[in-house]
């Protein structure tokens, strides 16, 4: 009876759960990871990305996300908004303040204060939970045990890359974090019996694509303060803002009015869908300077944005369909539509050197229409 009643204690806590304050500030340290992240992007050398940096990008951002993902993930399901739980967040942000200022392409200088600024987070929320299961009945403290006690493997793994010099450093680094990420898919038995607030999570990440939409801003005041006033570069400006605009319509309307909260999963096709997505948000981000820089390789430069597009599609299209009311959801048709109008505006583009206003203005109409049509 006692479990039952706790039971219905959470599950009438956690259907009004909200974002807290704190929360959001804890976003808020995570802009100047992201930022930094993404500037990686910005290397150019003959006309293209190397692919060493592309490379480095995805292995500053993926330490970023998931750190920030597995503190979220404690507060969906078993945080509150008590004393002890903001010291935990509070100690967590002076982890993230040493990661985020080590955060370079050149890890070897900074990577010491990295490891602790990524070891001391994971730690954080890896106590959290092992201090929090013994308060808890069933389902949710098996769930609490074992996420606290097996995420030591990867945050063992990753502190012992010290060991080690050149690559293999990094290799165990990765190692540690590739077994840290996949641990919750090897326990989704356990996580399903202990679901997640879709609610509560779907907020929480829609706040953090926020951030990067905000990259995609701060790309455009660049361009703007980078350049002359001519009308090429108004109507570049004016169809990339209509662009986000868009992109900020198809996605948050579709969190808003089209997906059903009260789905009861182990979110994993939110968390890890998301990391695709905001790879993607990143990489248009970045794709907004390069147009204007032009230092790219015509072609180069076509596969990139377009690319990056369609990672976008893809993730968003797979993150919503599981959770759209079943009446809303998307077809194949819907699938064809969308592909064949990214490629027909792609095939031209290959064909005939257009300006950089063009392109974005394609882009612009292509999110446009995926906003129309699935929202």
Request: net charge positive.
């Amino acid at each position: 009876m006692n479990n039952q009643a706790s039971g219905l204690q959470h599950h009438a806590a956690s259907a009004d759960k909200k974002v807290t304050w704190l929360e959001l500030f804890y976003d808020l340290l995570f802009v100047a990871a992201v930022s930094k992240a993404s500037h990686v992007l910005t290397h150019v050398e003959n006309g293209s990305i190397p692919v060493e940096y592309l490379m480095k990008f995805a292995l500053i951002f993926i330490p970023i996300w998931w750190a920030w993902v597995g503190q979220s993930l404690f507060v969906n399901r078993f945080g509150q908004d008590i004393l002890s739980h903001r010291i935990f967040l509070i100690l967590q942000l002076f982890f993230v303040l040493i990661m985020t200022a080590s955060l370079s392409v050149d890890f070897d200088q900074n990577y010491v204060s990295f490891l602790i600024g990524y070891v001391g987070l994971r730690a954080m929320t890896a106590i959290q939970y092992l201090s929090i299961h013994s308060k808890e009945g069933a389902h949710r403290k098996i769930t609490a045990r074992y996420l606290g006690s097996r995420f030591w493997i990867g945050l063992v793994i990753s502190s012992s890359s010290l060991f080690f010099d050149s690559w293999i450093r990094y290799a165990v680094l990765y190692a540690g974090i590739a077994v840290d990420i996949l641990l919750p898919l090897i326990g989704r038995k356990y996580l399903v019996k202990s679901p997640i607030n879709t609610h509560h999570l779907l907020e929480r990440f829609s706040l953090f694509t926020l951030i990067l939409l905000g990259e995609s801003v701060v790309s455009i005041l660049a361009v703007m303060q980078s350049s002359y006033w001519t009308w090429q570069s108004i109507l570049f400006a004016s169809l990339t803002f209509l662009l986000i605009i868009a992109m900020w319509w198809q996605y948050f309307d579709n969190v808003e009015k089209k997906v059903n909260k009260t789905i009861e999963t182990a979110g994993q096709t939110i968390i890890y869908g998301h990391l695709f997505i905001y790879l993607s948000l990143c990489m248009i981000a970045a794709s907004i300077q390069l147009l204007v820089l032009k230092q790219l390789d015509y072609s180069f430069m076509l596969y990139f944005i377009f690319g990056s597009v369609l990672l976008y599609f893809f993730s968003t299209s797979l993150v919503f369909h599981k959770y759209r009311h079943i009446h809303q959801r998307l077809g194949i048709p819907h699938l064809a539509f969308f592909l064949g109008l990214l490629g027909i505006f792609f095939a031209v583009d290959l064909m005939f050197l257009l300006p950089n206003y063009i392109i974005i203005g394609e882009v612009m109409v292509f999110f446009a229409v995926y906003a129309k049509l699935t929202t």
